[in-house]
């Protein structure tokens, strides 16, 4: 299993780019400059925030000036505090350590820090002016204030209010820090221009450059995200700043056009988030050979070899990631050539991710996204260990077009594929046969509505082609599997046979009847519990084969009535169909699933049939 975090080991061959973002910051000589890092979510910002932050810390032991690092993740802030706030804070606390440490600038960065609390408590008492002049309550610790003044008032104020409202008082003159009894001068405007120039002067004080690098931007609801970008336009183009941006730059825009409510204009949009980042850098996408080399130091990372292996076969990949242009790849083969004694069971690992890699590049779904592969092969490991566990045989690159179908391709059709395997006799979905002969062919071919998607058409054209194989242990090991029969479950080797042909073949269950009858009642229990499991993966409830099975353990057991007519009772509104009332209207605990059905709100045509039902005087009301 991997973490699903970021790193500061490149597995992508990113390091080129972070080593020009730091060469731009190098040669940007003191000049301001703010650069944006897009890209999609998962596809490796945060780890190219890392890289960059390595890279220029790498250069800063070999050269001049120094550079102070700043790292903020406005996600974390969310919720629990101002983001523009909380960004001014961090750095101006980060500058206060550092001169500290130094023993430069001290002064300055803790006036710096001064100015920055001022502006948060000038924040709550300029807001609290604006709702007293507008006959509404302040908020935050004035409000406090103000309502332990209107008790007083009406003489309602106890000692323990009076004891409140004097550490109300208090908290406000400590978070102020001596700044309420500003200068006389002063306002919102001047203090700004002060801080800005403060800042300034601690930075040319200590002699280094800030680099303030923020991270899961694109994470944050549009308040946050704008309240962010609005702290560092605080600071944008002051001497001596670098700001790399994290972001997903379509998210942003989204958030500025939130913000500016009735703007229309794309443009302007565009505009306001151009205006903040003079250089924007987009994440290489991956291709095939990225997908593969992403792999299989995936599974370096994870195998028994040194830390010096592992390091040595990254750095050779990367390299050869570089030379793909020329025809270069990254394959099996030369991983091998990486290092001389492989383990046998890691040179397999290398062969999962030749076959896997176009499926994870080529798929629409996944399209090379690192996060998605990553949780991808998290997923397919989990399912391989289950099937060896159970010993159950299954390819690997099988369970992965199935894991893939899966997540993607829809409910509905996943249902179908496996209602085609579950009714097979040798556990093949025999209709993908011409369709898959057709589409890696590049022919025309028809699907049913549920699988006409373009995902679909796309998956049908991966290998390996499914239609002639046995997928129940691939299926039986998947999320939606066969009930698996297990020791605990206690069944006689007669109720073992039985569940069986239920779940093979449900629409005969009706001729199991007289079996059923004879088995002890905990099997019947059982073989209840692993029917209705099946019958949860039904998306209609007309009368789909299932119900036979379930009707038929009812006849065999009448205790069981009572488990069918609560699952059925939850079975959700769309998905009742008119043509099951009449299945289940004779017996006599359908009247409470009617009633349960009406009031979840039902269609009008199962309305119409129960009425009928009930017109006919088959149903007690």
Known sequence: MWPDNETDRDFLNFDGVADTVAEIVFQAAGRPISIGIAGAWGVGKSSMIRLIHNAIA??????????????????????????????????????????????????????????????????????????????????GLLGEVFELGKKAAGRTLDATGLAAGEKAVTKITEEAGGWLKAKEDSSPPKEIQALRDTFEETLSEMGVRLVVLIDDLDRCLPETTISTLEAIRLFLFLKNTAFVIAADDAMVKHAVRRHFEGIEDDELVTSYFDKLIQLPIRV??????????????????????????????RVGVCKQLGQTWRGQRVDRAYMQTLHQNLPADLI???????????????????????????????ALSVRMAIARTH??????????????FERCGGAKAYGGLMKAVNGDVEGKARFLVGIEDSASKGEEFKLDADWDTPFAREWMTLPPSLGDLDLRGA????????????????????????????????????????QLAKLPRTDITTIMDRVL??????????????????????GADSSQATRLEAFL????????????????GDYPWAAGVFNAWEQAGVTTAVKRAIKQKRDNGNLKV
């Not at 792999?295 to 994870?302: A, G, H, K, S, T």
């Not at 599997?481 to 629409?507: F, Q």
């Not at 009772?569 to 289940?584: F, G, L």
């Open 58 to 139: 790498k250069r800063d032991k070999k050269e001049q000036p120094d550079y102070v690092f700043v790292e903020f993740n406005a996600w974390l802030y969310q919720g629990y505090d101002d983001a523009r706030a909380a960004l001014l804070e961090v750095i101006a606390e980060t500058l206060e350590r550092e001169a500290e440490k130094r023993k430069t600038g001290v002064d300055k960065a803790r006036e710096f820090l001064k100015r920055v609390k001022w502006l948060r408590v000038a924040k709550l008492t300029v807001g609290s002016a604006i709702s007293l002049g507008m006959g509404l309550p302040p908020t």
């Open 475 to 514: 299926l039986y090991v998947s999320r939606e599997h066969a009930p698996l029969i297990t020791p605990e479950d206690r069944l006689t080797s007669e109720g073992a046979g039985l569940l069986a042909a239920l779940l093979t073949n449900p629409t005969t269950a009706d001729q199991f009847r007289p």
């Open 348 to 378: 397999a690992r290398f062969d999962v991710a030749d076959r896997l890699a176009p499926i994870m590049a080529s798929a629409s779904q996944i399209a090379g996204n690192p996060r998605l592969v990553k949780r991808f092969l998290n």
């Open 284 to 313: 290489p996408p991956l291709g095939t050979q990225e997908v593969r080399a992403y792999m299989m130091l995936l599974f370096v990372e994870n195998s028994a070899l040194s830390a010096t292996d592992k390091e040595a076969i």
């Open 533 to 554: 499991d099946r019958a949860r993966r039904e998306q209609e409830w007309g009368v789909p084969p299932i119900l036979e099975a379930c009707l038929t353990l009812v």
């Open 569 to 584: 009772r939850e079975r959700p509104a769309s998905q009742v169909k008119p043509n099951i009332v009449p299945r289940i």
């Open 391 to 404: 010993g159950v045989g299954t390819d690997e690159a099988v369970l992965a077009k199935l894991l893939l």
